[in-house]
């Protein structure tokens, strides 16, 4: 019920309103509802005890609610705020001296000196003091001062018991009231800090680890950078003294691997950045040609040379997908299989299967290599891990896959057995797929 009212009488920004200022509103809106009901019910009790000279504050009271709704309405918060305080004392302040001492009408002074702290804010201090001083000065100038309404009045002394009641009742269900919603707006404000606090440390312990992270990918960095050069250095400086033409050669071939092995690196670095930087892409991809494609970028290469490729996919499977991701992966995969092959093994290959389910694509890339023992299975995708001491690699690959897998919010997993071969198995959801 309250919120359809509150929604009513919401300004077009209301939404970009902080969570207190939110509140505050709703406050104001109850209080143009409160002001308006109290006038209702006053007017009502005098027209019943036939006292008719405070009628006139009464509409007063009624009329200014509904201005100030149109004015939150309207987006002038703070205008409305002050136009329902300020009217709401000017009706106490009239009812004060015209009404006898013991209706009590003094006690609603006290809910006003702190209801515009809890209806304007603490960020317009300035305007809540002079508020304050303002109900201060209203009741000395109605308690001390000699003012007399041009008339006389001489309400019954049922009335003034009547009156002394309301009075009391709607000073303390109002200061009760504002003090209730400034300690809730209080404890509001300190579980979002706590809230607050928790975020920043689970974010300063992520710091703290990615910091970790960067130190050891900064040692692991230079110190790859720095092996092949040591090498190259140490070969130039033997070629220095070689005058066998022979030896010259298998120098300059092991300089040329040892800069390729570097050169390789830095591809991968750079893959790692641009994997991590650049923003998902969504592009057709049909999987046969492009496996194949990727297939036959890799199947000439050092080492591939006698392995049997096999592609088995739906022939029109497309896919929306980020292709550079899938590149990244596949070119691991399917780089490592050739990389861990067993040199002399009988009949050696890489199956590349690709299948669509209702939710998912799976790739698995399939090999009769030489395998991964358990106690190196659990770390392969770590950074700079590398499985074996004769791995020449960076020890990157994989990281590198699992970060794109992830980027596609896949899954990765490995069945491997050592001297028989290995299974990776990637699963990445699909919203969007076809296959004829
Ligand atoms: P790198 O190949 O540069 O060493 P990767 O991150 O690509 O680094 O792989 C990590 C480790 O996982 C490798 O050192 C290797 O021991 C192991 N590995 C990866 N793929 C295979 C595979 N198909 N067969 C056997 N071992 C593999």
Not at 42 to 65: C, M
Not at 168 to 185: A, M, R
């Amino acid at each position: 019920m309250i919120n359809p009212i509150i929604d009513f009488f919401s300004p077009y920004h209301y939404s970009s309103f902080a969570s207190a200022e939110k509140k505050r509103f709703r406050l104001t809106v109850f209080l143009c509802f409160v002001s308006a009901s109290i006038a209702v019910i006053y007017s009502t009790v005098d027209l019943i005890n036939k006292v008719y000279y405070a009628l006139p504050f009464y509409s007063i009271l009624l009329i200014t609610p509904l201005a100030s709704l149109w004015l939150l309405k309207s987006g002038r918060i703070i205008v409305s705020k002050m136009l329902l305080l300020t009217a709401a004392l000017a009706t106490t302040f009239m009812s004060a001296i015209s009404d006898p001492f013991e209706a009590g009408v003094f006690i609603l002074f006290v809910p006003f000196s702190i209801a515009s702290f809890a209806l304007v804010g603490f960020s317009h201090k300035i305007v809540n003091i002079l508020f304050s001083l303002l109900v201060g000065a209203a009741f000395f100038i109605a308690f001390f001062g000699d003012f007399r309404l041009p008339y006389e009045q001489h309400p019954p002394a049922n009335y003034i018991t009547i009156s002394l009641i309301i009075n009391f009742l709607i000073g303390v269900t109002t200061s009760i009231l504002i003090v209730y919603f400034l300690v809730e707006l209080n404890m509001e404000a300190e579980s979002e800090l706590k809230e607050q606090e928790k975020i920043l440390i689970s974010k300063n312990k992520e710091l703290e680890k990615l910091n970790q992270e960067l130190d050891r990918f900064v040692y692991s960095i230079s110190h790859d950078l720095r092996s092949p050069l040591s090498s190259i250095l140490g070969l130039t400086n033997l070629a220095k003294f070689e005058n066998d033409t022979a030896e010259l050669k298998k120098y300059m071939t092991m300089i040329q691997e040892r800069v390729k092995a570097q050169d390789d690196f830095i591809k991968e670095i750079i893959e790692y950045s641009r994997n991590v930087r650049l923003e998902l892409k969504s592009e057709e991809v049909h999987f046969k040609s492009f496996i194949q494609q990727q297939v036959d970028a890799l199947r000439y290469q050092d080492g591939a040379e006698g392995i049997t490729f096999e592609i088995n996919i739906q022939e029109k499977l497309t896919l929306q997908t980020d292709k550079a991701r899938w590149k990244t992966i596949l070119n691991n995969l399917i780089g490592n299989a050739i990389k861990y092959h067993t040199p002399g093994k009988i009949n050696p290959f890489i199956k590349i299967n690709g299948e669509l389910t209702n939710t998912h694509f799976i790739i698995k890339v399939e090999d009769n290599g030489s395998g991964i023992s358990d106690e190196h299975v659990d770390k392969i995708f770590d950074m700079f891990y590398r499985g074996t001491d004769t791995s020449n690699g960076s020890g990157l690959g994989l990281f590198i896959t699992l970060e794109a897998i992830k980027q596609l919010n896949g899954t990765i997993e490995v069945q491997s057995t050592i001297a028989e071969g290995s299974v990776f198995i990637v699963k990445v959801p699909v919203l969007n797929a076809t296959k004829i």
